[in-house]
C-alpha cells in the first residue's frame, strides 16, 4: 500500500464532477486522504463534511476542504473545474476558451507549491485542455494525462454487451482519438472471448457500425439533456484511473496523452491504450488499425490541433 502522503489525492473543483468523483474514491477506499479545493470556501467546507459522514460506513478515510498547499506533496490532482458542457448552450470553442482560462491560473497555483504528482484532467473538453496543461504546467509530459475515452469505451462495452446479450465485461474493445464526436470505435481490434467481434454468434444481427458509434458519442450529451450533467460514469472512470496511478498496477486505460510518432502523429494529446503506473504513463500502446480507422484517427487528430490553435491565435 502506498505510505499516506503517496495516497493523497486533490480535486480541484466541487462541483457536480468533482464532488461525486470524491464520492466515488471514498467508496472504493482508493486513497487515505482527499481533499477538495474550490473558489465557494462555504460550499467546499459542506461537501467535505457531508463526504466525511459517509466515511464510517466505508473505508478509512479523510476528507477536508483545503487549499492548492495541500495539493503540494498529493499523489494525483484532479483537475475538475471549469464550465460544465452544454452549460447556456455555449459552443464547444466557447467552453474551451473558458476552462483553458481557469486551467492556468490554476496550473500556475500549482506551479508556486512544487507540485511533482500526476495532474489529471476531467474537465472538457479533456483532450486539448490535457495538451495545454502537459505545454504549461512544466511536469514531465507522462504526468500530465486526461480522462480521455476511458468513459467512451465503457459506453461501447455497455452497447455491444446489450446488443449481444452477454456481460460488459466480456467485451473487449476500445474507443480511441477525441473524447467527442470524432472518436474512433477500433472494430477490427473487438473481442468477445477471446474471438474476433465480427466471429461471435449473434454478432450479425448488430445494428450496422456506424450507428452504434453514433449511439456512443450521443450517450453523454444524452444523459446531460435529460438531467443536466453527466456525473456517475465520469466518475467511476476517474476512480480507476487514479487506483491505478496509485497501487502503481500498469493497468491499460485508454486515457487522453501526447502521441509522439504512434500512428504517425504528434504534437496533440488524444485517447489510445496506455499503460499507467505511479508516475503517470509508463507506455503509449499503438494499435493495430486497418485503413479506414487510421484516416479517421488523423481526421480526429486534426479536430484536436484545429481547437487548439484557434484558441491560442486569440
Known amino acids: 500500500m502506498p505510505s499516506s502522503i503517496q495516497s493523497k489525492i ?4 466541487a462541483g457536480t464532477v468533482g464532488v461525486t468523483c470524491a464520492y466515488s474514491l471514498v467508496l472504493k477506499g482508493t486513497a487515505q486522504e482527499i481533499v477538495l479545493i474550490n473558489r465557494d470556501p462555504k460550499k467546499t467546507e459542506g461537501e467535505a463534511s457531508d463526504l466525511q459522514h459517509a466515511v464510517p460506513l466505508g473505508q478509512p478515510v479523510k476528507v477536508k476542504a483545503g487549499d492548492y498547499k495541500d495539493a503540494a506533496d498529493s499523489a494525483v490532482v484532479i483537475f475538475a473545474a471549469g464550465v460544465p458542457s452544454g452549460d447556456k448552450g455555449e459552443s464547444r470553442l466557447e467552453l474551451l476558451e473558458k476552462n483553458a482560462a481557469v486551467l492556468r491560473e490554476c496550473l500556475e497555483r500549482l506551479k508556486a507549491e512544487q507540485f511533482n504528482g500526476v495532474l489529471l484532467i476531467a474537465s472538457n473538453p479533456v483532450d486539448v485542455l490535457t495538451y495545454i496543461a ?10 500530465v494525462i486526461g480522462s480521455g475515452t476511458v468513459i467512451d469505451t465503457n459506453r461501447l462495452r455497455t452497447l455491444l454487451g446489450e446488443e449481444l446479450g452477454i456481460e460488459a465485461r466480456s467485451v473487449h474493445g476500445y474507443i480511441i482519438g477525441e473524447h467527442g464526436d470524432s472518436s474512433v470505435a477500433v472494430w477490427s481490434g473487438a473481442q468477445v472471448a477471446g474471438m474476433p467481434l465480427a466471429r461471435y454468434p449473434g454478432s450479425e444481427a448488430l445494428p450496422p457500425r456506424e450507428e452504434l458509434l453514433k449511439r456512443v458519442r450521443q450517450a453523454g450529451p444524452e444523459v446531460l439533456e435529460l438531467k443536466g450533467n453527466t456525473c456517475y460514469a465520469i466518475a467511476s472512470c476517474i476512480e480507476r484511473i487514479c487506483e491505478a496511478i496509485l497501487r502503481n498496477e500498469q493497468s491499460v486505460l485508454t486515457i487522453s496523452t501526447r502521441l509522439n510518432g504512434e500512428y504517425g502523429l504528434d504534437e496533440v494529446c488524444l485517447s489510445t491504450p496506455c499503460v499507467l503506473g505511479e508516475k503517470g504513463v509508463i507506455k503509449v500502446l499503438e494499435l493495430p488499425l486497418d485503413e479506414t480507422e487510421a484516416k479517421d484517427l488523423k481526421k480526429s487528430a486534426q ?12
Open 10 to 13: 486533490t480535486i480541484i473543483g
Open 134 to 143: 502537459q505545454q504549461d504546467s512544466g511536469l514531465p509530459h507522462s504526468q
Open 303 to 314: 479536430v484536436l490541433r484545429n481547437a487548439f490553435q484557434e484558441t491560442a491565435s486569440k
